[in-house]
């Protein structure tokens, strides 16, 4: 493949094991892996690629389980060339959608915006909280959202409005194969220590409750309507349940951690028995929150 000419060799890989660049831990190798340095390098990537290789768009690699075959085809990571944080008129920002959404909230923080800091919880990316709507402790990304660039799978731009997607719990659905690459959000003017001790109480909150220095990629199932899934799998008796190396945890139901060493494999096999599971004990299917991507060993 001739691809990327006009690119930064060292950040173009062959063969990338993605396990590398999952919350995880785990996944098989990319056949291409590309990290852009800035939006004309990615335009030029675009621009080279086979119309009909499959691109997948990559952040932190959380909510995400990339199987242990890896991907047939290219995943373009939107990293630290995109993540920049621009001030705006009337208390609104420009984020890049490379920035962990935590630093975003630390930075609302410092700057006396209040609003956002439901996004210390969000464990990705502001581009990934931007696909599937990410939200924690009661605040959901496209409250807060403005207006959008994206870039197509020619590499055009695009500005896009909210009203140009369909917005629901943990779904966004919109022009097909765009990749966020910034957001205009909106927060309100607050005293900066009223909004610095909102966040450290959540980030307290989150580090007593979730297994966070454990391999994991955040929430595995969507909570169901007047429920919650955490509630559902421990109640189904399956806190510490173990297939292989991977682990419903036993601090937040809702979280599988890797052990270490684990397989896809044996995540993806707990996820379907906790489903299966959930379901014959309360009759409800929890719906996954995590994408299954790539192709098994």
Not at 99 to 112: E, F, I, M, V
Not at 224 to 248: C, H, N, Y
Not at 271 to 277: C, S, W
Request: aromatic share 6%; hydrophobic share 45%.
């Amino acid at each position: 493949m001739n691809a990327a000419t006009q690119v930064t060799r060292s950040r173009l890989r062959h063969h990338e094991p993605l396990a590398r660049h999952t919350s995880w831990r785990v996944g098989g190798p990319a056949d291409v892996y590309f990290e852009p340095r800035d939006v004309a390098d990615l335009q030029a990537f675009l621009a080279e690629l086979p119309a009909a290789l499959p691109v997948l768009w990559l952040g932190l690699g959380s909510n995400l389980l990339m199987r242990d075959g890896g991907f047939r085809g290219a995943v373009v990571c939107i990293g630290r060339g995109f993540a920049g944080i621009e001030p705006l008129p009337d208390n609104q920002l420009r984020a890049g959608a490379g920035l962990p959404c935590a630093k975003l909230a630390q930075h609302c923080a410092r700057t006396g915006l209040a609003g956002g800091e439901f996004l210390a919880g969000v464990p990705g990316t502001v581009g990934g909280a931007l696909a599937m709507n990410a939200g924690a402790h009661g605040g959901e990304t496209w409250q807060r959202v403005q207006a959008v660039l994206t870039v197509d799978r020619q590499g055009r731009l695009h500005q896009r409005l909210p009203t140009d997607y369909r917005i629901g719990y943990r779904s966004v659905q919109g022009p097909a194969e765009e990749c966020f690459l910034a957001a205009d959000f909106a927060f309100s003017a607050a005293p900066p220590q009223q909004v610095q001790a909102a966040v450290h109480a959540l980030l307290r909150r989150r580090a007593a409750t979730q297994p966070l220095r454990q391999a994991n990629a955040g929430s595995v199932f969507r909570n169901p309507e007047g429920d919650f899934a955490a509630r559902l799998i421990e109640a189904a008796g399956l806190k510490g349940l173990t297939r292989g190396k991977a682990q419903v945890s036993l601090l937040h139901a809702n979280f599988i951690v890797n052990l270490g060493g684990a397989r896809a494999a044996d995540i993806e096999t707990l996820i379907d028995e906790v489903q299966a599971r959930v379901e014959a004990a309360s009759g409800i299917r929890l719906q996954p929150e995590v994408r299954r991507l790539g192709e098994p060993a």
